[in-house]
Structures are given as structure tokens and as C-alpha cells.
Nanobody, 121 residues
């Protein structure tokens, strides 16, 4: 089985910074694209950032220039550095890992349980 676990959330003042981490573990043959999403209660889950295994990145318009996604392939871990945080960044942040479990497997996506980020004074 595969586990995806986020960490690093918390309460931060507007203008502050947080760094989220997401580690994938278990039966993993190849870890492909990893992504961060966020969701407010009652709203849809929105894409924040993605990073491919080769390091290509994409960002949602609302976080461009403030958030940076990176990964450590040796640790099967993705990071989200969040700077200049705003109250509207408050949400539960979820990690998604697309991976292949065996050489003959198809790619599947796995979600973590999320970590709460609250931006408030």
C-alpha cells in the first residue's frame, strides 16, 4: 500500500511564511507528478502547484510569485514554501502523488489527509 502524509500546517500572521511537506511511502516503483491542492469548507478543491519528477513546475494564478514547490526524489517528498501569506490562503492543503507501484502497473493517484493552514492576525 501507499501512504501520503502532509505536515507543516499551522497558524500564521498575514505576511508570514510556512513550509509544508508531503512524504509518500510504501510500495512505490516510480513517483511521477506531485501536487498541492487546497480546499475551503463547502468549496471545490483548487490546484495550488504541481511538480514533475524532472522538476517542472506549475502554479495556480493566486499563488504565483509567493509560493514555491520543490521535491526531494531520494526522499519521495514534496515541499511547498509559502511566503507573503494572506488570509485568503486559509484552507486545508492536500497533497496528491501520482505513482506507479510495479513495472507493469498503471499510474494511480493517492491523496493525503490534509493539513490546516490558517492565516490570521
Amino acid at each position: 500500500q501507499v501512504q501520503v502524509v502532509e505536515s507543516g500546517g499551522g497558524l500564521v500572521q498575514p505576511g508570514g511564511s510556512l513550509r509544508l511537506s508531503c512524504a509518500a511511502s510504501g510500495r512505490i516503483f516510480r513517483l511521477n507528478t506531485m501536487a498541492w491542492y487546497r480546499q475551503d469548507p463547502g468549496k471545490q478543491r483548487d490546484l495550488v502547484a504541481t511538480i514533475t519528477s524532472s522538476g517542472n513546475t506549475q502554479y495556480g494564478d493566486s499563488v504565483k510569485g509567493r509560493f514555491t514547490v520543490s521535491r526531494d526524489n531520494a526522499k519521495n517528498t514534496v515541499y511547498l514554501q509559502m511566503n507573503s501569506l494572506k488570509p485568503e490562503d486559509t484552507a486545508v492543503y492536500y497533497c496528491n502523488a501520482k505513482l506507479v507501484q510495479t513495472p507493469l502497473s498503471r499510474e494511480s493517484g493517492y491523496w493525503g489527509r490534509g493539513t490546516q493552514v490558517t492565516v490570521s492576525s
